[in-house]
């Protein structure tokens, strides 16, 4: 058995995200949380990875979120949403997980408003991936594959 299919993988997502069936369908596409949630799992399944997708607006749950990653050494992947650019409690806590962490964003927020193109979470990940929808969950639980079975 691989190091990838023991590891629990937290895929966190943050506010707003939930309510993507009424977000502009042009940037995140025409899932709502639920099908993302399904197709992040059915991904997760391909690959024999344990996940589990969790969704909050509250910085103060996500943080507590990054803390039980940190202490049960987890692999991330996490959607910051508009915490991306000014979190730096999320940020401090991301940078506690010792195991894999990669952000990922389903648009491409360099494409996007000035204020999008800082990342503070990016310079304690171990890799961004953004712009390919849905696909962006996929690649990022790819590379995660990857990198437990180095």
Known sequence: MTKASTAKILVLNG?????L?????????NLNFAQLTEYVLGVAAELGLDCEVRQSDSEVE???????????NNPVV???AAFTHYSYAIRDAADL???PLIE????NPMSREEFRHTSV??????GTIAGFGPDSYR???IALTKMLGE
């Open 97 to 99: 997980v010792k195991a």
């Open 15 to 19: 506010p707003n995200l939930g309510r």
């Open 121 to 126: 979470i990016s310079g304690v990940a171990n």
């Open 21 to 29: 069936d009424l977000r502009d369908s042009k940037l995140y596409g």
């Open 62 to 72: 996500i943080i507590s979120w990054l803390h039980e990653a940190a202490d049960g």
């Open 139 to 141: 690649l990022a639980l």
């Open 78 to 80: 996490i959607n910051p």
């Open 104 to 107: 990922v964003h389903l648009s």
